[in-house]
């Protein structure tokens, strides 16, 4: 099975900084994108980021200018560097990877808090 471990979550305060990873692992057939998710009023996910394996990366409104995403294609791993970290970033962040089928895989999540 496939498997995404997130880590780098935490509690910092605003305009903080932390660096999220998801490493991919199992039986995966390829990747094709890699990206972050959170959770947003009234819908069940948001895009924060995501990358091509070729390096071509997309923002979300709220990310831009502040994030940056990255891609380890050697060690199938996708980061998350934040930076400027606001209250209104808090949430759980889910780790995804689109196969060269078309599936998505999922992580469990990890709890990003910025708070004084």
């Known amino acids: 099975q496939v498997q995404l471990v997130e880590s780098g979550g935490g509690l910092v305060q605003p305009g903080g900084s932390l660096r999220l990873s998801c490493a991919a692992s199992g039986s995966i057939f390829s990747i094709n994108v890699m990206g972050w998710y959170r959770r947003a009023p009234g819908i069940q996910r948001e895009l924060v980021a995501r990358?091509?394996?070729?390096?071509?990366?997309y923002y979300g409104d709220s990310a831009k200018g502040r994030f940056t995403i990255s891609l380890d294609s050697a060690k199938n791993t996708v980061y998350l560097q934040m930076t400027s970290l606001k209250s209104e970033d808090t949430d759980a962040y889910y780790c995804?990877?689109?196969?060269?089928?078309?599936?998505?895989?999922w992580g469990q999540g990890t709890q990003v808090t910025v708070s004084s």
């Open positions: 990358i091509t394996s070729g390096g071509i990366a």
């Open positions: 995804t990877v689109v196969d060269g089928k078309g599936a998505y895989y």
